[in-house]
């Protein structure tokens, strides 16, 4: 087990690596004696995203920019970010260098019997030989190196876009890495005396190509099922090879595919139809309630908000609408009901399209109107302190700890927290597909529960959708 562990550590360290490199290439700057850096505001990013990226507090940024307590974060502006630390001015080659020096160990003695492992990581272009390469040929070097045994052997691909070759890897690349660890600790827990898992990683990108390779090649001619794949032009290629051959896919986030004509596809997403059912069913339940449709921008009327709205008015569940500018001003004593607790459904997904309305929903309640807005789960790190409904697929869970430990033990770090945490969501869909492969059609996990529902005579749609009560 130690052996393969240190492939997938250099892997981290490397990667680790590439990301520092990535924050040292922003102006450095030295502001009341403090070194910084200058960081120009990109789009659709908040202080918690910032904060995780530089690895410095939000409440350190604001010290720094207090002008954001007066008004917020702004596309564009200018950000000075404490390191926190000396920087040293490396060459590429040299950082990487000096991580293969401090973390190849000496090989292990041959382990004990009960030492060895059942599980195997084969890597593809993340392995340190192959990050610069377009050829889809995989290191088997671990592979070749297992004991011989008379396990059933079950091997797996993981296609996720870790963007490897890429000097400037995004957030999402990071997101990924996350999720590709919670998935290798699945696979170290499922491990039994039956069976041998063997993954095979697959560094996707965001070439159609690289999938289209893939499929043409006897690559994945073993596999028994493969877990990822984001972009649908990605996943629209795989699908259909997946049916030729009889293996299914987990697809962890994209929902923008026809699973009727897609049986081998489960796909993890909640539609909008099935949030929306969910929470018209809550609603139908409450006695009281008075809904009202806030019209934020007719522009932001998100396929999710039409959803809700087709699925009120079929349940005929009765509400009225206003817009967001009469709602801050005194046309909104004539929109809401003293009487009953008002729920604002709010035509934007997009919490800065909505932010400037809360200070006054804030002051209608201390007039006494009872308010709580149907929200969204990725709000929830923006600390809002409004009465919330909101859908998910997300629950919290009281069984981390021991995750945790482990989490530490085998990668050497402490994982970034995120709603969702991409590594929870890797543990829990490994599992999942695991249990695909032996017919288990239930998924209980650390993070999401899984309840699988066919499509007509098509793919499987994961139907557990939780309403959330936030007072």
């Known amino acids: 087990m130690k052996k393969y562990m240190y492939i997938v550590v250099l892997l981290l360290a490397v990667m680790s690596v590439q990301a520092q490199e990535l924050l040292l290439n922003y102006p450095l700057d030295t502001v009341n004696g403090e070194e910084v850096y200058r960081y120009q505001v990109e789009k659709s990013i908040g202080l918690y995203r910032i904060g995780v990226n530089f690895n410095v507090s939000q409440a350190e940024i604001v010290r720094c920019n207090p002008q954001l307590r007066e008004r917020g974060l702004h596309y564009g502006e200018t950000l000075i970010i404490p390191t926190g630390r000396p920087v040293i001015q490396q060459t590429k080659a040299e950082v990487v260098q000096t991580v293969i020096t401090e973390t190849v160990v000496p090989a292990p003695t041959e382990p004990k019997p009960a030492e060895t492992t059942n599980l195997a990581i084969v890597t593809d272009s993340v392995a340190k030989d192959t990050l610069a390469t377009d050829s889809i040929a995989v290191d088997s070097t671990a592979v070749d190196s297992i004991v011989q045994d008379t396990r059933k052997v079950i091997e797996l691909a993981l296609m996720l876009p870790f963007e490897s070759k890429q000097t400037k890897r995004s957030g999402n690349a990071e997101r990924m890495m996350e999720f590709y660890q919670g998935a290798l600790m699945a ?253 288990e059609q239930e998924s209980k996990g650390l993070q999401s529960d899984i309840r699988w529902k066919q499509v007509e005579n098509g793919g499987y749609q994961n139907s557990c959708v939780r309403v959330v009560v936030k007072d």
């Open 187 to 439: 696979l170290r827990d499922m491990q039994n005396d039956s069976t041998l898992y063997r993954l095979r990683v697959y560094d996707t990108e965001r070439s159609e190509r690289r999938v289209n390779a893939l499929c043409d090649s006897t690559e994945l001619d073993s596999v028994k099922a493969i877990l990822g794949l984001v972009y649908p032009i990605q996943i629209e290629r795989m699908a259909y090879w997946c049916a030729e051959h009889q293996v299914p896919i987990l697809l962890p986030f994209s929902d923008n595919i026809d699973l009727a004509t897609h049986p081998q596809v489960l796909q993890f997403n909640s539609t909008d139809i099935q949030a929306a059912d969910s929470l018209c069913a809550w609603i139908a339940g409450q006695e009281n309630i008075h809904c009202v449709a806030v019209e934020v921008r007719e522009a932001d009327l998100t396929a999710s908000v039409r959803s809700l709205r087709k699925q009120l008015n079929a349940n005929q569940i009765t509400y009225s609408g206003v817009a967001l500018r009469d709602l801050m001003n005194d046309s909104a004593f004539y929109a809401l009901d003293s009487s009953k607790e008002n729920l604002l459904i709010l035509h934007s997904n997009r919490y800065q399209q909505i932010r400037i309305l809360l200070p006054h929903l804030e002051k209608l309640r201390e007039a006494g109107y009872r308010i709580r807005i149907v929200s969204q789960y990725s709000w929830q790190k923006e600390g809002i302190a409004l009465p919330q409904v909101y859908t998910s697929m997300f629950n919290p869970s009281d069984r981390l700890e021991a995750y945790d430990a482990a989490w530490r033990e085998t990668f050497v770090n402490e994982h970034v927290s995120e709603t969702p945490r991409y590594d929870l969501l890797g543990y829990d869909l490994m599992r999942a597909l695991l249990g695909w492969l032996n017919t």
